[in-house]
């Protein structure tokens, strides 16, 4: 993983930053007999998702019928509130503000309280009854009505020269079921967006919306917004018991409104914090959260149905890892959707792999430093317009995985950091807490709420945004104490290892629980070490003690880093470093690899793919089209970073993205970019249409090396072999001469062999040397086999055959 630059943003609710949203006066109100107008919205005004109430109830605010005017009634004095539950109503300290303000039942009647800290009067409205509620100081407003019970009712709130009638938020029962607390206290809420967040729902015949969070070490939470002009202060929310739970619906709220949780924290300072389970934010600098909920309808039936029928590691695997924002600069979710899909079928690849997708403060992390765990960035359109994108690439054949960031998060004092005023989603030791590299904090993966946060999360990309796979960033750093740490900075283990063991228990229960809830999704581990069974499954123990990780497939950092070492080398000296191209195969079933060339070994001073290649330019792209060949064949699926698929030569920027104008005849490119291009293409087609190359990655059966030895020749060979047995024959030169009659041992149950790539073709520019066609063996032994062929090697080339 990359070093990520630490994150800093403004606060958009400094006062320069805010912003109220406004709506068209209302009608007089009829049933105040003092007539006097409404005031502009500020959240209180009957709405759904910012639709009229009349509309919702069938009929037209002038086909309204008018009622009567109320008549007005007496209050008796109300009980005096008590003078702590006031002081911490105005210190937004309350745990309970249901239990004091709203309608409640007292000796002599009902007692009505509410609190509009800027309001001049709050009237109780009920049936045709209306009574002004005493004003009682700092916006508290109270009376007694001598009634049974309590009534059906609504309040008319007047302000300087306006007033508006709403519903009271302290006359509803919790709108979070009792399971939903307990599985929340449990850690096993694996659906935690359904009841943590902002919920447009239907409360109690009211609608509106249900905002909760977690945030046990509060004295207070209240929500501020655009519906009260980012003043919580008379929205205060109630704790539900021992959960750490704090909830309040609020009526009339629907899409589009933002929103922070303002909380007191436990030495009574105030901050202002952006929902950590929102799923839509504010376009970034900005940083509040939006209600939002979806509406968008998916048309991927036919391909989440067929999805899982073939294990990922045993069915073709070829991904294009991309940046969105990018990829092509300026384009939205739905901009994307109408070229993404069709650029990446027609190469032939069968999976893209998004950078991280999440919500992140600062671009040039690239989505590694994570604030919204739950919201798709809003730089590039919606959580709908981002289903929309996904959706359209099913409907072309090609599965979506995400770069899915659970090993940390940034310090922004309006995020996660010391969310309640305690260290909550971090760890509180200060040595397990802070990581070391990026200047980010580290999750509290043994806490129960904070793996539920985590383990929910990965399940919501799969079922909301029907993700096919989540790439797991930066898994080395989360198993290891020790990670990047010096001695006496970290602490071992209860066994006195090094090993993280609540992070092992959390990817373990990550992983069976995607499987499970999401038949079909392959989960990948960014894992740089030697640890054991990141792919085994959680139930089986190895040698270590330890269970699998359960995940699917692992990054294979080992043959990368080997392979593009080698290949850095001039090819004088490559025999020295011969083994660096085979020493992959040692440990090659040890997991179920992945072979990446991504994002990370094209930035920072890496240079690009085509740039690590020695020599003139001609050599340099022949060693790229030589060294993808060789990938392709390999054991293990491939991944390919963007622009790397037509060699260009710069580093990746995320500022501008790919250089796409290379790809432009006017620059040559059919013999030069446009070549490797068509390369990648064509490797992708055979690829897919070859079980040899892809059926039997994980099955040592699947690979024989012919000539694994030849180091003085710069010459690697090897039979790839489908499950019916059908074989392939890879064979690479990477010496920049031509190799005439060179021979190679191959079975003897093959008549002949066809040339079906050559990285040398004319097509892709390179020298056109080829080999006769098609190639029959000989009864002369040789690599220890009966049958040889031989063949003339390209310079600077991978030659695939197949049986003619």
Same mark, same amino acid.
């Given at each position: 993983?990359?070093?990520r630059?630490p ?77 702590a ?48 509620? *005493?004003? &009682? $100081?700092? @916006?508290?407003?109270?009376?007694? %009505?001598?009634?049974?019970? /309590?009534? +059906? ?8 020269g ?18 939903d ?8 809420h ?7 967040g ?9 609608s ?20 009260? *002009?980012? &003043? $919580?202060? @008379?929205?205060?929310?109630?704790? %539900?018991g021992?959960?750490g /739970?704090? +909830? ?14 303002a909380?007191?924290?436990?030495d009574?300072?105030k ?22 909920s979806s509406t ?92 929309f ?24 004092d ?12 971090e760890h509180?030791?200060p ?26 999360n ?8 029907h ?17 990047s ?36 999704v ?10 054991d ?29 080997d ?6 080398h ?58 993808l ?39 040559g ?44 020749d ?35 149950d093959?008549?002949?062999?066809h ?17 006769a ?22 310079p ?9």
């Amino acid at each position: 993983m990359t070093p990520r630059p630490p994150s800093s943003t403004p606060n958009p609710n400094s006062r320069k930053n805010q912003k109220s949203q406004k709506s068209p006066k209302n009608p007089k109100n009829p049933r105040n007999p003092r007539n006097q107008k409404k005031a502009q919205a500020t959240g209180e005004t009957e709405k759904k998702a910012g639709e009229n109430p009349a509309k919702d109830a069938g009929e037209s605010p002038e086909e309204r019928t008018v009622p009567a005017p109320p008549e007005p009634l007496a209050l008796s004095p109300s009980p005096n509130l008590d003078a702590a539950d006031r002081e911490r109503l105005l210190s937004g300290a309350h745990h309970d503000p249901h239990g004091v303000l709203g309608a409640h039942p007292v000796p002599g009647g009902v007692v009505f309280r509410a609190f509009r800290p800027y309001a001049l009067s709050v009237t109780v409205v009920s049936g045709g009854v209306w009574a002004e509620l *005493h004003h &009682d $100081g700092d @916006g508290l407003f109270s009376g007694l %009505l001598p009634l049974p019970d /309590v009534p +059906e009712y609504r309040l008319v709130v007047g302000y300087e020269g306006s007033e508006l009638e709403t519903e009271d938020p302290y006359r509803f029962l919790p709108s979070v079921g009792e399971l939903d607390l307990h599985l929340i206290g449990e850690g096993r809420h694996e659906q935690l967006w359904r009841a943590l967040g902002a919920e447009p729902m239907t409360h109690q015949g009211v609608s509106g919306t249900r905002f909760t969070v977690w945030a046990p070490n509060a004295r207070g939470v209240s929500v501020a917004g655009t519906f009260n *002009h980012w &003043d $919580g202060t @008379g929205f205060p929310m109630r704790s %539900l018991g021992g959960s750490g /739970v704090w +909830e309040l619906f609020v009526p009339a709220i629907g899409t589009g409104e933002q929103y922070k949780f303002a909380i007191t924290r436990p030495d009574g300072s105030k901050t202002l914090r952006a929902d950590p389970l929102a799923r839509h934010t504010q376009v970034p600098p900005e940083t509040a959260s939006v209600v939002t909920s979806s509406t968008y309808e998916w048309g991927d039936g036919a391909w989440l149905a067929r999805r899982g029928e073939v294990p990922a590691h045993e069915a073709p695997f070829s991904v294009y890892e991309l940046h969105l924002a990018s990829w092509r600069p300026g384009l939205t979710y739905r901009r994307l959707a109408e070229q993404l899909p069709a650029y990446v079928k027609d190469l032939g690849f069968t999976h893209v792999e998004l950078l991280p997708v999440a919500e992140h403060p600062f671009g040039g992390s690239w989505g590694y430093q994570v604030t919204g765990f739950y919201a798709p960035t809003a730089r590039l359109g919606t959580p709908d317009d981002f289903r929309f994108l996904v959706d359209s690439l099913h409907r072309a054949g090609i599965g979506v995985i995400m770069d899915w960031v659970p090993a940390h998060f940034p310090r922004d004092d309006w995020a996660l950091a010391e969310f309640d005023g305690r260290p909550l989603y971090e760890h509180e030791d200060p040595l397990r807490s802070a990581h070391p590299d990026w200047g980010t904090l580290e999750f509290d993966y043994g806490r129960p709420e904070v793996r539920n946060f985590l383990v929910a999360n990965a399940v919501y990309w799969c079922e909301e945004f029907h993700i096919d796979g989540l790439r797991v960033d930066a898994v080395a750093s989360m198993l290891y104490l020790d990670y990047s740490r010096e001695p006496g900075r970290w602490t071992p283990n209860e066994h006195g290892g090094r090993e993280n063991l609540d992070a092992v228990a959390f990817l373990q229960e990550m992983n069976a629980t995607v499987y499970r809830r999401a038949p079909g999704v392959v989960t990948i581990a960014e894992e740089s070490t030697a640890w054991d069974g990141v792919t085994r499954a959680t139930h089986h123990h190895g040698p270590s003690g330890f269970g699998g990780l359960g995940f699917g497939m692992k990054w294979n950092m080992g043959w990368m880093h080997d392979s593009l070492t080698y290949m850095t080398h001039e090819p004088v000296h490559r025999k020295h470093h011969h083994h660096e191209m085979t020493f992959s195969m040692v440990y090659a079933y040890s997991e179920n690899y992945v072979l990446p060339i991504s994002h990370d070994e094209v930035v920072h001073g890496k240079r690009s793919l085509v740039s690590k290649m020695p020599g003139d330019w001609w050599q340099q792209r022949a060693n790229h089209r030589a060294y993808l060949a060789f990938m392709w064949a390999h054991p293990g699926k491939q991944l390919l970073f963007m622009g790397q698929e037509f060699a260009q030569g710069a580093e990746w920027s995320e500022a501008h993205g790919p250089d796409w104008w290379l790809l432009d005849p006017a620059y040559g490119a059919e013999a030069d970019h446009r070549g490797v291009r068509d390369l990648v293409r064509d490797l992708n087609t055979v690829y897919t249409a070859t079980p040899a190359l892809w059926q039997r990655d994980t099955d040592p059966a699947g690979f024989e090396w012919i000539a694994g030895d030849a180091a003085d020749d710069n010459v690697l060979a090897f039979l790839r072999r489908a499950a019916d047995g059908t074989p392939l024959l890879a064979v690479s030169n990477f010496a920049p001469v031509v190799r005439p009659d060179y021979r190679l041992g191959v079975p003897d149950d093959v008549p002949a062999w066809h040339e079906t790539v050559n990285t040398d073709s004319a097509a892709y520019g390179g020298s056109g040397v080829t080999t006769a066609d098609p190639v029959k063996p000989e009864p002369h032994p040789a690599h220890g086999r009966p049958a040889s062929v031989t063949l003339t090697l390209p310079p600077l080339a991978t030659v695939w055959l197949r049986p003619a």
